[in-house]
Every structure is written in C-alpha cells, then in structure tokens.
C-alpha cells in the first residue's frame, strides 16, 4: 500500500515540485521515497514497505533495459504464479516484490496485463521503447479499490496521482469548485460522476485503463460484473462459498508484516476474522447519552474471546470527532458525508499503533446481495404474489413521473423497476429538497436519478436485484464504501485488504441464483450458511451493524449545535446554499421537532471540505 504522483510536461524546477507533491502524500508510504524522470514525465512514489522489505522493492521501478518504469499502488495476490509464468518466458527478476511481476507481465502482455491480475491497484507504466512516441498506460482495479485521479492543465500537461491533494503543489493546476457536483452530492452523500469537486480534476472509474499518448488520454473498460447464475443446491453454493472465501483470505494475508482485522460483530467482519484468525482485532464504540446503546464493540469482544485472539476496543467522544472532521475530509479529498468515515478514521488509528496490514469486510453486501433495500417487505411479497407482473409493471410506470403521494413508494417497490426508485444505499436529500437549499448555480449537474438512469443503461439483466446489486457495484461501492476505506486507512499509514473483492469471490458470487441470494429467509443466505460453519448462530444472523454513528443525539447538544451553525452561518456558505433553509433544518432537529441528522450532516461535511481547502489552504484560489 502506497502512493504515487506524476506529471508530463517541461515545468521549471520539476525536481522540487515533484518532491512537494510527494511530501502531500507522505501518509501513504512513510518508509521509502523514490523518483523518475523523462525529458517529458516525471514520476514519484512514496513506499509504504508490506512486501519485499529491503531497497530492491523500491519504486519507482524500470526493466533492465531502463525503457518501461513503473509506480504502483496496491497489491498483486497471484503475483507469485505470474513470475512462474514470466520467468518461463525468459524475464529476469531482481527482487521478490509483487511490482516486479506486474512490470514484466506488461512487457510480456502489454495493455493485455489487466486481463492477468488478481488484486487492488492502481499503476502507471511510463514506456519509452518508442522514444518517438513514448506513452504512458495506467489502470485501476475492477472493484476501485485503490484511487487514482488525473487532470490535463490549460498546457495540455497531464497530472495524475493516488491523491488530489497533490496536485496542489503543481503550478499548472487550476483549483476550483466543479459546481456540478454539488446536486447529486446531496443525495448521494459522495460523488459519483467521473469529474470531481475539484473542477478538471477525474476519477479513472474502476475496471478501467487509460494510454497517454501524444497529449490524448484514451480511456477503455476492460473488465464488468455480470451475473450469470448456474444450476446447483443450496448445499453446493454454501459449500463452494465457505471454499472460496478461506481461499482468498489465505491469499490476501500474506505480507512481510503484522496482519490484523477489523471486526464489528456483524456477519462479514466476523467470517473474515474467522478465517484469518489474527493476533488481534479492532473494534471501535462511541460515548453517547444515557439510555441510549450506540457501542457494538462488545460483539466484538466476545467473538475474539470465543476465538482466542486479543481484541482492541477504544470508546470515542463525540468532541473527539468534532475536532478531527476537518482532518477528515482533508484526507478524503472529496466531500464525504457518510457517518461510517469517523468510527473508521479511529479505528485506523488504533490498528496502526499494532500492525501495518487489515483485513476487512468491504464488499460482501453488493457481491452477496445484503443490504436491508434488496429486501422485499412481506407486503410487497403479497402483491407480486397475487398481482401479475406487466400490471405491476404498469402501474409502476405510471405513477413514476407523478409528485409523491400515499401508496405511490409501494407501487414503484412492487413493480420490479427499480430504474424508477433505487439509487442506492444513501438517499439524503431528494433531488427536489437539494434545489431547495442550494443556490441555483449548483442545481445545474445531474441529478442522482439521471446518474443511476446512466449506470441502469449499462446492465444487461432484467433481474430486479441483479440490476440493484450491479448498481452499488458500480456507484456505491467504489465512490463511497471504497474511496473512505482507502483514505482513512491510508491517513495512518495502515494497508487496508478486503478479501470478498477478489476476482475468484466475485466469480463464485455471479454464479449464485437470485433466490438463494435473498429470500424470505432474509438477505445474503448463501454468504451466511457458510459464515456459519466456523461462526455461532448469533454471528451468522446478526443484521448489518458496522459501527454506528450516534449523531443524531450530538446535534441535539448545545455545543454542536453552535459548531454548526458557526458553518451554516459563514459569509461564504451562502454562495452555495440557502443558509435560512439549513438553519431551519438544524432548528428543527435541536428542538426535536425533526430528525435531519443526514441532512445536516451531508451539507455541514461539505462546507468543512470547502474551508479547508479553499479558506483555509495556503496557495493560489481560483472562486467558484
């Protein structure tokens, strides 16, 4: 786990501003530092050492001839079968890093290597065998487990990096507010369009590689999940599922390092710890009112004293959380609302002061479908039992465009489209409440129903679930769950692995029919009846828990009221919002008249990231 940047171009003192934008990303690799240049590219990489602990592993790393380099950020699970396989073609290796296999294997197979991996990562290759027209081919995992994030200056120079927070030290980088951002941001509670907050600045999406070459980014997908069920029991799926998963977390436990777990109590942390059996876990609580229960570490505990390894549990305070906010959304880089992104920045903490290396699990709810959502209500059950499917396809289509009204959410539920009502796990702000409280130059992106209707257009099933599942694959999970993982992991210098995104699990979850799937039974049964055979009852049963978040209460002190309001109220916050409107959404939650804990949450998160990087940050500022 590491970190990269880089730029092309002929810019004054490259050296020193490469080093700078090296020094913003520290965090991710405080072992080690390395550079490279071209009369036209430079790269720079910061080490974080998990493989391969001597100076051989250093990046960034070139072939003997010194024609292709390579800085790459992640990890290659079957790196070890590659080398087999290239040291049969004649490839010399030097070292027993795993970058090592993936620079020869582009040698060996050019762009074609992506279709040979097994693993996170997000690389760039610099290849100069054609010194007249050198290029650069870089790619991101299939998950989007590991970032990477570029941007073409007003030059036609290219930077790109693991972090946008580098790109600051860049003089030919333009920092301004992408204004289209905004809309869906407020629903979402993240961004999910390729474009950034920061204007100009992408996200290349998941399963996707990138050439540059004589100043043109060409972009392709290489690889999609589609679901194709096959025929078997429910035994045989249980039984292939326990097999499968013991085999990735065999595969991603390996490391020259300590290796630790995450564990919540919930079903997906527990089976991961279970099959890793660590020396120690982490589980994180929070300080909250009397009365009130927001602290599952004690699941925690007990399963780790059932499995005899040592669990760490720290309590936090909710003023503890106020003060780190800024910090947090600094190392997010983007504006982030999801309340899971404080037990995990914490938890982060924690663990580093023990091991280099987590395992968690990220992933299992959208591979083995478990989110509550994907659920059918005994209601809704009863009427697609009783009502033939193209009437309630009709009336489904027919009250979609029409405003809200009583029975009116039942009827899109039951209808099988959930083109007209899924969006995802996160549904803040409505499209119509965010132009509400925003200002109408940020109602002009697309909204999150125009986003999803994109992803939608993509999915070549009719399978109600599938679509909802291959949605969170594709928006969900690598704008939200994986981009905070990475980031607060990463702001501690701690290498996160998530052992259900593995190409072979995601095999084995596309086989799985949608009835043993989710059914009456309830949600992810595959993925549970095998967690259950090395997890007690209560483990392998227990609904999703993660780590809870108590802000609902906390904005009901006086206190936090008066820290947001200090936002709401800034001279700067009404050049995005109607600042009447979130004071009255705050009023009403302290006065107990509502519960707008998201909502105030999601449009204070953003104004914290604006301060910090536009008030607070030293350095030229270009207004929204």
């Known amino acids: 786990m590491c970190g990269f940047v880089g730029f092309t171009g002929t810019i004054a003192n ?18 080690m530092g390395g550079q490279f240049f071209t009369p036209t590219v430079a790269l720079g990489f910061r080490r974080l050492s998990i493989l391969d602990l001597t100076e051989a592993g250093a990046q960034p790393m070139s072939n003997e001839a010194g024609d292709v380099t390579i800085v790459f950020n992640g990890e290659i699970y079957n790196f070890q079968q590659l080398r087999v396989e290239l040291e049969a073609a004649g490839y010399q290796f030097h070292c027993g890093a795993d970058t090592e296999s993936l620079l020869h294997g582009y040698e060996l197979w050019g762009e074609s290597v992506v279709d040979h991996l097994r693993g996170m990562y997000a690389f760039v290759i610099c290849d100069t065998r054609d010194p007249e027209h050198p290029k650069l081919f870089g790619a991101r ?34 920092k301004e507010v992408n204004p289209d951002a905004l809309k869906s941001y407020m629903t979402f509670q993240c961004s999910y369009t390729d474009e950034t907050f920061f204007k100009g600045v992408f996200k290349l999406p998941a399963a996707h590689c990138f050439t540059w070459q004589d100043g043109r980014m060409d972009i392709r997908r290489y690889w999609e999940c ?26 991603h436990k390996i490391a020259d390092v300590k290796v630790g777990s995450f564990l919540s109590g919930g079903v997906d942390s527990s089976y991961i710890t279970a099959c890793l059996m660590p020396d120690n876990t982490f589980s994180v609580g929070f300080e909250t009112p009397d009365g009130v229960k927001f602290d599952e570490t004690n699941y925690a505990a007990r399963l780790s004293e059932k499995l005899g390894v040592k669990n760490f549990r720290r309590i936090v305070s909710a003023q503890e959380c106020f003060d780190m906010l800024p910090t947090i959304q600094y190392h ?11 037990p995990l920045y914490f938890l982060a903490q924690m663990a580093s002061e023990q091991v280099t290396v987590v395992l968690s699990g990220e992933g299992a709810d959208e591979l083995f479908a478990g989110y509550e959502w994907y659920e059918d209500t005994p209601e809704v059950r009863s ?29 899109l539920r039951s209808s099988e489209t959930p083109e007209h009502y899924y969006v995802g796990q996160a549904f803040i702000f409505s499209p119509d409440e965010a132009d509400e409280v925003l200002k109408p130059a940020y109602r002009q992106g697309k909204d999150a129903f125009q986003i999803c209707a994109d992803s939608y257009a993509t999915i070549k099933t009719d399978d109600e679930l599938t679509k909802k599942q291959c949605l969170d694959m594709n928006l969900w999970l690598p704008g939200d769950i994986l981009q905070k993982a990475d980031k607060m992991c990463m702001a501690h210098s701690l290498e996160l692995r998530v052992p259900f995104l593995d190409r072979k699990v995601m095999d084995f979850a596309e086989s799985i029919p949608t009835q043993f799937r989710c059914n009456e039974q309830g949600n992810k049964q595959v993925l549970r009846h095998a967690a259950n ?27 936090f009221y008066n820290y947001v309001k200090e936002y709401f109220q800034a001279p ?17 939650h302290y006065a107990g008249r509502a519960k707008n804990q998201r909502k105030i949450y999601t449009s204070l998160t953003f104004l914290i990231w604006y ?11 270009v207004a929204a």
Not at 229 to 240: I, K, L, M, R, S
Not at 574 to 585: I, S, V
Not at 611 to 621: H, L
């Open 332 to 342: 997010m880089d983007e504006p982030q609302s999801n309340l899971s992104s404080i």
């Open 383 to 411: 009427f697609k039992k009783w009502v033939p499917r193209p009437i309630r396809k009709a009336l489904g289509n027919a009250v979609a465009g029409m405003k809200p009204f009583k029975g009116r959410s039942f009827l």
């Open 141 to 174: 995992d299939i998950f989007g487990i590991k970032p990477f994030f570029y941007n073409v200056t007003p030059t036609g120079d290219l930077i790109f990096g693991s972090e946008i927070k580098s790109f600051l030290e860049h003089p030919g980088f333009i």
């Open 533 to 559: 055979r090395v997890l007690p009852d209560e483990w392998a049963t227990r609904p999703k828990v993660g780590f809870p978040v108590p802000m609902v209460y906390w904005l009901r002190e006086e206190r």
């Open 14 to 31: 490259r050296e020193a501003v490469l080093e700078a934008m090296m020094n913003r990303i520290v965090h991710r690799g405080p072992d």
């Open 226 to 251: 589609e679901f194709n069920p096959t025929q078997g029991t429910f035994d045989e799926y249980v039984e292939a599922c326990d097999a499968v998963v013991h085999e990735s977390v065999a595969a």
């Open 611 to 621: 301060k910090r990087f536009f008030i607070d940050e030293t350095g030229p500022r």
């Open 572 to 588: 700067w916050a009404a050049e995005f919002f109607d600042t009447d409107k979130l004071m009255q959404l705050l009023d009403d």
